[in-house]
């Protein structure tokens, strides 16, 4: 029997599903608009880094490809995954890309200091020996300092064109560097002098880098052995017995469990690297 009470409930119910659904198109285009200007930035940062590929390229990529697997495999849950995962791919692979130009940059970077360093014992200025470096050494440092050197040409300040160079390469030795040239262009003082001490400095931290990173390859071997193992072991399970892993696979449950085991191995698997990660 229906009271007062039940009947406030159900209008409650009722005036709360419509309100959600009214707010839906208006959340639906705050996310369109907000995912749009986080293309055109990952765009622009892919320019930066000389990599050709459109954002929109690859989100196209995606869907046609669990298009595809959909398709073949004949599951909704493989199309759906592959076509979501393209929503987050262009950042996943800007940030991969960055990382791994990051390290090539750093390990480049002793050289171009000594390149700097001879330019100016030789009574050239700091541009002039980031000319050299541009145009003598291999990408992607030679890039790097080109746009740095173009930037300068154009008329931004040398500090500030080396300012820039820090926020789209990941490294603390590159900020110590930059840091530095800009405190002595700033209160003066013998730049040659600061550069010898800057290769010294940076010589030793690698060696010490070079420890830790040797002290700590037991337990990334670990992350990526423990990640892989189970996975290696449903193959052969799958070779050995089908019938026994044909229901995680053919049931719907057992693909959404599957890409759920996915996505939190992921997220372990960076939440471990961090751990081991030791910063210097």
Do not use: C
């Not at 039940?6 to 009722?14: N, P, W």
């Not at 595809?68 to 262009?90: D, E, F, H, M």
């Not at 300068?152 to 500090?159: D, I, P, V």
């Amino acid at each position: 029997m229906f009271t007062m009470g039940h009947l406030a409930i159900f209008a409650s119910l009722f005036l709360f599903m419509v309100g959600i659904v009214e707010m839906i198109p208006e959340l639906f285009t705050l996310y369109h608009e907000r995912y749009k200007a986080d293309l055109v930035r990952t765009s622009r940062e892919l320019d930066k880094f000389f990599l050709n590929v459109k954002p929109t390229k690859i989100l196209i990529g995606a869907v046609v490809l669990g298009i595809v697997l959909g398709l073949t495999s004949g599951s909704w849950i493989v199309a759906v995954s592959v076509a979501l995962g393209g929503l987050v791919a262009p950042k996943i692979i800007l940030s991969i890309y960055k990382d791994i130009r990051s390290s090539q940059f750093e390990a480049q970077l002793m050289d171009a200091l000594l390149l700097i360093n001879n330019s100016l014992r030789s009574g050239l200025d700091m541009a002039a020996g980031i000319e050299r470096v541009s145009t003598t050494m291999k990408p992607p440092i030679s890039e790097e300092f080109g746009l740095v050197l173009n930037s300068y040409r154009l008329g931004t300040q040398l500090e500030t064109a080396l300012m820039d160079l820090t926020t789209r390469i990941r490294s603390r030795t590159l900020e110590t560097v930059v840091y530095a040239i800009a405190i002595q262009r700033e209160t003066g003082g013998n730049i040659i002098k600061t550069f010898d001490q800057l290769v010294l400095t940076i010589r030793e931290e690698s060696k010490l880098q070079k420890k830790v990173r040797a002290m700590t390859s037991q337990g990334r071997t670990q992350i990526f052995f423990l990640a892989g193992f189970p996975w290696v072991l449903a193959v052969v399970f799958f070779f050995l017995s089908p019938a026994f892993m044909a229901p995680a696979l053919a049931n719907p449950w057992g693909q959404i469990v599957i890409v759920f085991l996915l996505i939190w191995e992921a997220i372990g698997i960076l939440v471990t690297k961090k751990i081991v990660t030791v910063d210097i």
